[in-house]
Each structure stands twice: as structure tokens, then as C-alpha cells.
């Protein structure tokens, strides 16, 4: 069975201070990768998507950058946290690239900057 | 851009009792759209997919897609208190990058 593993679960940060959030995916080889950003009371929004190990793909410019460093790993970071980056992050997962594909998402990591 | 609207916002539910959740679209274009929920500081559990126009049941989990009155909706038949968790509508228009979602309804399961 596929799993998907966040981590950290949450996480307390200064504005200005670093960030790296990651996601395993176990089970399932080449899988497509998505980082997924709400805000408190706002709608997911996509942030990022990769198909393969080194390639990903902004959808929505937050001064964040990820990456794709092995096959079953994606990375979420930036250098300086900005207070409008609190939120809840999810990463998930599909098999394929069509529009029947369905994301599976894990369970999310809890940024607050302070 | 596809918009997603979600009602009602809040809902409050005897066990039991059926629990109705609406999603309305902008246009036809989408592809097809699910379901999900997200219990409380937890990620998201695909609930249903649907496709084409009618009914698809996912065991006590419904959705009724009509793309001409550009509308789906989820049934939950028999909810019990561990179902109370935001409700999510979400539409796909091509890729399974084009995921766009609505802001949720929030149903609460009174025992």
C-alpha cells in the first residue's frame, strides 16, 4: 500500500528565519508530486507540481521554492519566512497526468510565523 | 479562471439524519470532480469521484454531478459524529495539475 509521509507535523518560526518542509511517498514509483498551501479560512491552492525527479513546476509565485531530489521526495523551503506564509501545507501524490487521476494528500504540516 | 462555490457554509446534522452539501461551477468545461474531506488538522480524504452526469455512490457517500445546471452535490446517509470534518468540492479542467477547490463546508454531527 502507498503511504505518504509529512514532516514536520507543525512547525513555530521567525519572520525572516529558514523553512524546509518534506514529504516521503512510499509504495509507488515515479509518482506525480504536489505542494498544496491553505491559508487560515482560504482555499488550497497549488503551489508546485513535479513529474519527475529534478523537474518541478511553479503554479503560484510565494517566494517559496521546492524541489525534487529523489524519486519518492519533494522539498518545500525558502530562505526567509514572511508572516503571510502561515498556513497549512499538504503534499500529495497521483499516478498518472490526466484529469481522471485522483491526488492523495497527507495529513499536512502547520506553519505559523511569528 | 474555474470558480468553485460551496454551501452552506456551516451545516449542523442530527445522527442519522441525511446530510446534503452543494458545489456550483462556473462553466461545463471541467472534466470531472470529487469530493474530499479534512478533518480537523488533518489532511484530505478523497470521499468520491464522478465523472459524468448522475449518481455515484461511494458506500453511505452520494454525488449527484448535473453539468447543464452546472452543480454537484455530496449525500452523506447515515452520519455519525466522526464524520463531522470540513467538506471539500473540487474540479479538474485538464491535468491532474488543474485542480481547483472550493473554500469547504464545515458539517457538524450532533449524537
Known amino acids: 500500500a502507498q503511504t505518504i509521509h509529512q514532516w514536520p507535523v507543525a512547525e513555530i518560526k521567525a519572520v525572516g528565519s529558514p523553512l524546509s518542509l518534506g514529504c516521503t511517498i512510499k509504495g509507488k514509483s515515479s509518482p506525480n508530486l504536489y505542494w498544496y498551501w491553505q491559508a487560515t479560512g482560504g482555499t488550497l491552492q497549488q503551489l508546485f507540481y513535479s513529474i519527475t525527479v529534478g523537474q518541478v513546476e511553479s503554479v503560484v509565485q510565494l517566494n517559496l521554492s521546492a524541489s525534487r531530489p529523489k524519486d519518492d521526495q519533494f522539498i518545500l523551503s525558502t530562505e526567509k519566512l514572511l508572516l503571510s506564509h502561515s498556513g497549512f501545507y499538504l503534499c500529495a501524490w497521483s499516478l498518472g497526468w490526466g484529469p481522471a487521476e485522483t491526488l492523495y494528500f497527507g495529513s499536512g504540516t502547520r506553519l505559523t510565523v511569528l | 479562471q474555474q470558480k468553485v462555490q460551496q454551501s452552506p457554509e456551516s451545516l449542523t446534522v442530527s445522527e442519522g439524519a441525511m446530510a446534503s452539501l452543494n458545489c456550483t461551477f462556473s462553466?461545463?468545461?471541467?472534466?470531472?470532480f470529487r469530493w474530499y474531506r479534512q478533518h480537523s488538522g488533518k489532511g484530505l480524504e478523497v470521499l468520491v469521484s464522478i465523472f459524468s452526469d448522475g449518481e455515484k455512490e461511494e458506500g453511505r457517500f452520494t454525488a449527484h454531478l448535473n453539468r447543464a445546471s452546472l452543480h454537484v452535490s455530496l449525500h452523506i446517509r447515515e452520519p455519525q459524529p466522526s464524520d463531522s470534518a470540513v467538506y471539500l468540492c473540487a474540479m479538474n479542467t485538464g491535468g491532474a495539475d488543474r485542480l481547483t477547490f472550493g473554500k469547504g463546508t464545515q458539517l457538524i454531527i450532533q449524537p
Open positions: 462553466d461545463g468545461t471541467s472534466d470531472n
